[in-house]
């Protein structure tokens, strides 16, 4: 009872919250209606009556009339305030739908990189998003219809008492067993939709990769669609296993209790008959007497099924106020003091980061500095630990020990948000939005985003401008074939874009994560030359496999297994002649003649 008081406080609280004017017209006509329903009784009982006087009394005909209208009408105002309540709860429903959305959202955006990294917080946020389509519709039927069928079956009882007491408690006994056994069915179903989770994450996904754009053209080439098809339907059949089993107790459960109500309805019947026998109920109160159990079942049913739906969206709720309790600690654990505008200089010092989940570090004791107007460059083999360095310095991590400061000062003291906004990143798998090219660029600064005249100079900077002009609503155009009139770009035309994202966004501190991968010789060329004048007084950090980019840079660090292996200029660290010449040479040597060489 405890925890459905607090279901039944939440389900209401999210109603209200959502909107409180639908909120109080659709729970006044549900609770109009169920007054109706015991005037109808009521009025059922003058009808018999009145018919009653007509066949034995030998009564006048007339008098009938005026009950049955009075019945006629009863029952079109309730048919009326049905059907606008219905519409009004269909609204309700939908407002809370949003109201759930903007709540994920909410936190979605709120929570700190690391979030993403536990599978616990994807299972979560999997199950809310699956439900937050039909959850809050059941959960607002459930408190509507909790609320109109205790009231009804409130009103209904006042009506039976008056007509026989004795009723009402048989009555009652006949709702236990349902109320027992519904019960049971919401505890399954709780525990069927935590315990298919995982698969049903894993249906989701197989199912997204064979009907998604970018994985379309793999798909073909490897001829993967049997293989993944096969997957689906092997996810897809053990989850339907575990559906018959679950339904098969459910079903079970409902026969069960169903029939143990029905059996305890009959005897009630049977009791009125008795009752009417001997002579301590009339014909006419009888007649009203089955009406009104009727409409209690009815009501009764009502409000059970608007018990079981509340229950049934408990999971949903617990895993909401579970989700939205996380809101405020992620915005405590960024939050601090204001972040000044930039730095002249950056130091990190013993940087070790282990990733969450993970038992090994990526980074060991890693320190480097950087002065402001420097360009810097980080080079290491795959998997050394450039990105995730990178990730730390962009304040989207804490470092697990060792610290990042801005002119001595800790950043994890300032707001991280606040910090960010002096920050701009080009990640390795930065974003491709499907929205316009003009929403692709001045997204890097949401807040001028309508500042066209610095969207046009950014995309020229980034030199992405002739491309733009040569698409048929120019700046306008969608970036995404999944949108009429859309189009596709180039993979170098993309990364200019988020080269040019990132130049709008006009952050003192520039991370470029091998922002010229995709670049042709001469754009590579070209944007490694300008890349002083592009970002002039602006701190670079950028990675890159490319030597010939990276020996332009004021210094260099080179990491080797999360662990700073040498730094130096690139001619201090040819002298060095360590890994860093080995590896320039390397490359070098693969563009010579052998005679060359
Ligand atoms: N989210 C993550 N969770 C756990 N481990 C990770 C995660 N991301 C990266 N790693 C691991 O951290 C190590 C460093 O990865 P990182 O991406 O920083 O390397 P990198 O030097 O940028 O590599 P590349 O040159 O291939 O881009 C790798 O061993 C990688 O497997």
Do not use: C
Not at 235 to 253: F, P, S
Not at 357 to 373: F, R, Y
């Amino acid at each position: 009872m405890g925890r459905l008081r607090t279901l039944i406080a939440e389900s209401f609280s999210l109603s209200w919250a959502a909107d409180r004017r639908a909120f109080i017209i659709t729970t006044s006509l549900q609770l109009f209606g169920a007054v109706i329903l015991a005037a109808q009784v009521l009025i059922v009982k003058m009808v018999l009556d009145a018919i009653l006087d007509v066949t034995e009394g030998g009564g006048d005909t007339g008098q009938v009339v005026l009950p049955v209208m009075l019945l006629a009408g009863v029952t079109a105002v309730v048919a009326v305030s049905a059907a606008i309540q219905g519409n009004q709860l269909r609204l309700l429903s939908e407002l809370v739908v949003r109201k759930t959305w903007q709540r994920l959202l909410d936190v979605a955006a709120a929570v700190g990189l690391r979030a993403f990294e536990s599978p616990d917080f994807y299972n979560r946020l999997e199950r809310i998003q699956t439900n937050a389509l039909s959850r809050p519709f059941q959960l607002t039927q459930g408190v509507i219809g909790m609320v109109g069928g205790a009231a009804g079956s409130v009103g209904l009882s006042i009506a039976i008492i008056s007509l026989e007491p004795l009723l009402l408690p048989l009555l009652l006994l006949a709702g236990i067993p349902v109320f027992i056994t519904s019960r049971k069915e919401s505890r399954r179903e709780f525990n069927f939709t935590v315990a298919q989770t995982p698969r049903l994450r894993m249906r989701g996904y197989l199912g997204m990769i064979q009907t998604g754009r970018d994985e379309a053209k793999e798909i073909r080439a490897y001829g993967l669609a049997g293989a993944l098809r096969e997957r689906f339907d092997r996810v897809y059949t053990h989850y339907i296993a575990d559906l018959r089993v679950h339904l098969r107790h459910r079903t079970r459960l409902a026969v069960l209790g169903n029939s143990v109500s029905a059996l305890f309805l009959a005897g009630t019947l049977l009791a009125l008959v008795w009752l009417v026998g001997r002579g301590r109920v009339t014909l006419a109160e009888a007649g009203a007497a089955i009406v009104a159990i009727r409409l209690l079942s009815q009501q009764v049913n009502t409000l059970f099924r608007g018990i079981q739906q509340i229950f049934e969206s408990g999971l949903f709720l617990n895993d909401l106020s579970d989700f939205v309790s996380l809101q405020p600690a992620a915005e405590e654990a960024e939050s601090g003091a204001p972040a000044p505008d930039s730095f002249s200089t950056l130091s990190a010092h013993g940087l070790t980061f282990t990733y969450p989940g993970s038992t090994q570090p990526v980074l060991h004791e890693v320190s480097v500095e950087m002065k402001k107007g420097e360009i810097v460059a980080l080079v290491g083999e795959n998997g050394s630990g450039k990105t995730t360095l990178a990730k730390l310095l962009a304040a989207l991590y804490e470092p697990t020990s060792g610290t990042i400061s801005w002119d001595g000062t800790d950043i994890s003291t300032y707001s991280r948000p606040h910090l960010r906004r002096s920050i701009a990143v080009v990640f390795q798998d930065f974003v491709r939005y499907h929205l316009t090219a003009r929403e692709n660029i001045g997204l890097g600064r949401p807040e001028r985003l309508d500042d066209e005249a610095a969207i046009a100079a950014a995309a020229q900077r980034a030199g992405i401008h002739h491309a733009i002009d040569a698409l048929p609503q120019g700046m306008d155009t969608m970036l995404s074939k999944m949108f009429k009139g859309g189009r596709d770009l180039s993979g170098g035309q993309w990364q200019r874009i988020a080269l040019a994202r990132a130049f709008f966004r006009d952050a003192p501190f520039v991370i470029l994560d091998e922002p010229s991968a995709s670049l042709d010789a001469r754009a590579e060329h070209a944007l490694f030359q300008s890349l002083r004048d592009l970002l002039g007084g602006r701190t670079v950090l950028f990675i890159s496999h490319r030597f010939s980019t990276v020996r332009t840079a004021d210094r260099i660090y080179v990491l080797g297994d999360g662990r700073v292996t040498e730094q130096g200029t690139h001619d201090e660290l040819m002298a060095l002649d360590g890994h860093y010449a080995e590896l320039f040479r390397l490359q070098a040597a693969a563009y010579l003649e052998p005679a060359e060489r």
